[in-house]
């Protein structure tokens, strides 16, 4: 039987669910009438309500929820220990998701996506984060910063050409089409306005050269196109940034060797590189020198999808924690009688839940069409340290267990970790959010 909600997101994507898919999902996803799920019919939006628990949600937030928590259980969380030691992208998942329209969930029908809103997108990625980080931030990057910037400031041509196959990803030959964004260099981590990458016009004005290099690209081996930032007039300094389309297959690009991180690693990460790579003068995204605006609103937006990266982390990490302390039997009954225990699994919910409730503030936000740059900021901040606090207190929680990798505790550490650096510091979150109160004091 198929379940309603992936029918329903489905018929939006413009594909069919595989039936392994459906038997997995339909069990336990609610029965809905079909019907848009995108802002302009977001109930809270018309209606001014606030969401606090995923019971209050729209009934459709809630067969997202059910079914994204269903795959993530039965899919990605079994297999998310190997793919990690394995350093092994996890294709066939990756396909399932885009199956479910999640590789392409904020992105209009007309475009092949789901056109879905942005408080079902926070949902989804906490729960296919709680069952595989490195699958979260897949699809984090893949929506958040290449689908989103195009949708955003591309042409119709470009959105066709750039958006189209990548939110119905799947090809003919059963391959993915992913994206990635490439904005960090080498040398200017944080400052993003000093992109040493350069972009200039042939002298028949028909085609930008690029010449740089880009670091920490997430989905870089995967990808088959990347929205770039490159410098187009030096004299400008980060007004003179402008963003672009490029193909991966153009001639002069090349990759870096993947790097070996530390967690989320089953997703690639690396340098790419472009030597006189030649792109069509109309994959311009947006005007010359627009590019650093749209990084930061790129930017802005997908810190949401890492705070549900996090909160996902946070949660698994309670799960891990809360089933160990049932079970393991000290002083002739489960730890988790222990105050010590208790207390621990207190401190882990009120983050994590605090945390998820700042990104559906953001997210409502987002939706509702206001300014949501604080919000976003608060809600990436907060899951981070949440995720990381989290998942330090479930190897307390389990001692030596929470050590060796029989144990998700580890993993969860270890993945928790990278919420805290991209997308923007924890002290890039500080000075964002610093900066905004004090516009209130000013006046």
Known sequence: MLSRTASLLSKRAGHSISSAVS?????????????????????????????TTHSQLPEEH??????????????LAPNAGEWDQKHAFP????????????????????????????????????????????????????????????????????KEKWVAPYAQPIKEDGTLNIGCFGLSEPGNGSDAGAASTTATLSEDGSEWIINGTKAWITN???????????????????????????PLDAEGFSLGAKEDKLGI?????????????????????????????????????????????AVGIASASIDCAANYALER???????????????????????????????WRAAMLKDAGEKYIREAAMAKLSASEAATMCSHQAIQVLGGMGYVSDMPAERHYRDARITEIYEGTSEIQHLVIGSDVLKEYKG
């Open 329 to 359: 039997v000290a002083f002739g009954k489960p730890i988790a009688a222990l105050q010590s225990i208790q207390n621990k699994i207190s401190a882990m919910s009120v983050a994590r839940d605090s945390s998820r409730l700042l990104m």
């Open 23 to 51: 038997k997995q999902l339909a069990p336990a996803v609610m029965a809905s009438s079909a019907g848009s799920v995108s802002a302009a019919a977001n109930p809270s939006l018309s209606s001014g309500r606030q969401y």
């Open 265 to 309: 690693r089953a997703s690639s990460t690396s340098n790419l590189i472009f030597d006189n790579v030649r792109i069509p003068k109309e994959n311009l995204l947006g005007k010359e020198g627009d590019g650093f605006k749209i990084a930061m609103k790129t930017l802005d937006g997908g810190r949401i999808g890492v705070a549900g990266q």
């Open 62 to 75: 809630q067969m997202i929820y059910e079914m994204c928590r269903n795959f993530a259980n039965e899919e």
């Open 220 to 246: 870089a081996h995967e990808s088959s196109a990347a929205v770039i930032f490159a410098t187009t007039d030096k004299s400008m300094k980060h007004k003179g940034i402008s963003a672009f389309v490029v």
């Open 91 to 158: 294709t066939e998942a990756i396909t399932h998701m885009a199956e479910l329209g999640l590789m392409g969930i904020n992105v209009p029908t007309e475009y092949g996506g789901s056109e879905l809103d942005a408080l079902a997108y926070a949902i989804a990625m906490e729960e296919i984060s709680r069952g595989c980080a490195s699958a979260g931030v897949i699809m984090s990057a893949h929506n958040s910063l290449y689908l989103w910037p195009i949708q955003a400031f591309g042409t119709p041509e470009q």
